[in-house]
């Protein structure tokens, strides 16, 4: 293997171990709320492979635990997973070209895997960088959800708070995608989406933030087109410059 | 062993099939609309404005996840957020130090005190 794509690959596994920490602990309470329904210890890793969505896996668990209607399984999956619509604006598949790898970079565009991608520097990505990252966070949610079935009835008491992990992973992309792009508008735009979101619709807040985010997103793309060239230039030529001026990573 | 009367098998497998297939078709269609949209100066200026405001919605709901679950997780995520930040800041940008100190100084309060 080239010494270039093997430093790659490392960079990719390097990329996944601070999502791992969110979501190892996940996939560990994933398998204990597997058993404690009563169900077989195999649906862990087997939902874990065909959903490969965290938050989604632990809601499913108890309305499969009630034998749930399928129409209403297959309702609840389209409204919480619908906000991975909207990742693929700016996913970096292009990097991709094997029809194969490109096909396990989409099923595997969790928000993690979403997240770590896009708080990199355009010319720190790379298609060896992003699925070593992903088949990594895959690996960490199938194995936390088998340690999970294993640890079972063994542990009366899980450790509380551990699902805080993903919340500061957030938090901390966050701040670093800030500084690849310093999109105040931006960050003001989605923070107005997620405030209206909890407060109106506060079990479907991440699919009413999306939703509002993006609409508010093209008003200002439909307000900013119509000004003179430059503004519309200016915005084009943000990437390339920004990803120079900021491009200070030790 | 549980002997429950529990879902039975194909009710289990008809289930994976249904989360596999639309989950996928989520993260799936919007790329193939997307590679004929390509170039169009919408989806450039979205890809540039999108993450950064995805990502605060993302965190912002998991902070409020974590408040709700916990009738004292508002007293220790705030603290705890705000440790984040300022190891992530302080402490040269490392994000599993952070998102470790940030985690422990959760659980330490939340089980300790």
Redesign the interface.
Known sequence: MPEDIRARISAGVHDS??AG??IFPLGIALGLLIIQA???WW?AP??SV????GS?ELL?VGM??T?TP?AA??LT??VV??R???????FP?HLVRHPAARAYA??A?I?EA??VS??LPEQERSAPRLLAMQLACEAYWVGGGLLGVALGAALPAP?????????????????????S?R?I???L???A??TA??VLT?DL??LT??LL??TL??A??TLT?RRPETT?TA??E??RRTADAFDDR? | M?L?T??STP??L???????T???A??????A??GRLRGS??????????????????????????V???PHGAR??LP??AV??GV??GL??R??L???I??AV??V???AL
């Open positions: 171990f601070s920490l969110g009563g169900l077989p649906l087997a939902l065909a959903a490969f969505a989604l499913l499969i635990a034998v399928l399984v297959a999956v389209l997973n619908f991975h619509v909207f990742y693929a604006f700016s598949l989409v099923y565009m928000d979403y997240a896009a708080s450790v509380e708070g551990l699902e805080f992990a993903l919340c500061a992973l957030f938090t901390v992309l966050t701040l670093d995608a800030f500084r792009r999109e508008p931006s960050l735009l989605a923070g989406s997620v979101a909890l506060p807040a991440v933030a999306m985010y993006v997103l093209l200002r793309h087109a519309a915005v084009r943000t990437p030790p | 549980h429950t529990g879902p009710y289990l008809s289930v994976l099939a249904i989360v596999f639309i989950t996928l989520l993260r799936a269609l919007p790329f609309v997307l100066a919408v989806v450039r200026r979205l890809a540039v404005w999108m993450p950064v405001g995805v990502l605060a919605i993302l965190a912002t709901t998991a902070l409020h996840g974590t709700t679950t916990d220790y995520a705890a957020v984040t930040i992530h800041l040269g940008r994000t599993i952070s998102v470790g940030g985690t959760y659980v309060l939340l089980n």
